[in-house]
């Protein structure tokens, strides 16, 4: 199913190295808003920078995929020095195909991970990449994240960690 994650965890921080090599993935395409950080902080959020390291020693590629322009993505790429895509146009497959290049492993090692079901689960599932979605960080408060976030509801997954 194109809505249903290949795993899912509350946060970003619960995706250890031994799960990656138990679902066989050697890279990640990561989103940025309410997976790594609160929407619009310059700043990781608590334990990204040591989660990025530990992935990095553990030989995990790392990427960032964002629909974010590079005027948000960019600062904040270069200060965990991570490679990045924006205006990525999530759910289509063109940036997931553009990461997957960038990164040169095969997409059957490769592993999207965000906070949205319409967008970061679809996307990696249509370029047929496994998925991992993560609990937001944090509820965002407009009326389209409220309608988004209604709509995902009956696609949530019933249980985290793997």
């Not at 949205?116 to 990696?124: P, R, S, V």
């Not at 047929?128 to 995902?152: C, D, L, M, Q, Y």
Request: charged content about 25%.
């Amino acid at each position: 199913m194109l809505f249903k994650p290949t795993a899912a965890f509350r946060t970003i921080l619960d995706i250890t190295p031994d799960v990656l090599r138990k679902m066989q993935v050697k890279a990640l395409i990561l989103d940025l808003d309410n997976t790594l950080t609160t929407h619009n902080n310059p700043e990781p959020a608590e334990g990204v920078t040591e989660w990025i390291e530990t992935m990095r020693t553990n030989g995990v590629k790392l990427l960032i995929l964002s629909n974010n322009s590079a005027e948000r993505v960019k600062p904040f790429a270069d200060m965990l020095k991570l490679g990045f895509i924006p205006d990525g146009a999530k759910p289509l497959s063109v940036g997931y195909k553009k990461a997957v290049k960038e990164l040169g492993v095969k997409r059957k090692y490769i592993c999207g991970v965000g906070d949205q079901i319409f967008t970061d689960i679809l996307g990696a599932n249509i370029t047929g990449i496994k998925s991992i979605f993560t609990v937001p960080i944090e509820s965002e408060n407009s009326i389209f994240f409220k309608i988004k976030r209604t709509a995902e509801k009956p696609f949530l997954p019933k249980k985290f960690g793997g």
